[in-house]
């Protein structure tokens, strides 16, 4: 008994009080960092960006594709920061045999999608997106498929600032990209 009486005489002790509020803290702290890294963690996972000169290349993605598929749609923001416009020229990447800029739009009621020639202008301290339903990559003859989780990668060329490879996202078949986040 009296070692049961002299542990709690211990802890009312305010040495050891002081001890376990200092412990706590600790804890507490290692818990904040931990979940401050695992959110800046989850946001970069879901947006990515790529910056060649002036124009900021924002969250490449693309949808997974079912089995057999030969084309896949590839789709991103470009915002031009410069005073001066840029065209996007091209694009390749080693998913497939080749790779087009389309542009899909509704005409008298019938929904139609056409390649894009000459290339697609970003104006001066501007923004465009390239999304379902509007402009977007057209990744043609497929090499393999675009699986759900993984990323393939892309080399966007502009008449003016060149090219940069950026890294495609690869969502579930009805992924949106988050592009509501991305206008026009």
């Excluded at 600790?26 to 970069?44: H, K, N, W």
């Excluded at 290349?57 to 949808?63: A, G, N």
């Amino acid at each position: 008994m009296s070692c049961f009486f002299r542990a709690a005489a211990h802890a009312r002790a305010p040495g050891h009080r002081a001890s376990l509020l200092r412990r706590a803290g600790q804890r507490l702290g290692i818990i904040v960092v931990t979940l401050v890294l695992l959110v800046a963690g989850a946001q970069s996972s879901f947006a990515h960006e790529f910056k060649l000169g002036d124009l900021e290349i924002e969250h490449p993605w693309s949808r997974a594709t079912p089995a057999g598929a030969k084309v896949a749609g590839g789709y991103l923001t470009v915002t031009n920061t410069g005073s001066s416009a840029d065209r996007l020229l091209s694009i390749s990447s080693d998913i497939s045999d080749k790779t087009e800029l389309h542009e899909m739009g509704v005409k008298d009621g019938v929904m139609t999608m056409r390649p894009v020639n000459g290339g697609l202008e970003i104006p001066a301290g501007g923004k465009v997106a390239l999304k379902p339903g509007g402009y977007h990559l057209m990744f043609i003859g497929l090499k393999q498929q675009p699986k759900q989780g993984e990323e393939f990668s892309a080399t966007l060329t502009f008449e003016k600032s060149g090219t940069v490879t950026v890294e495609f996202a690869v969502e579930g078949i009805g992924g949106t990209g988050g592009m509501d986040d991305h206008a026009n």
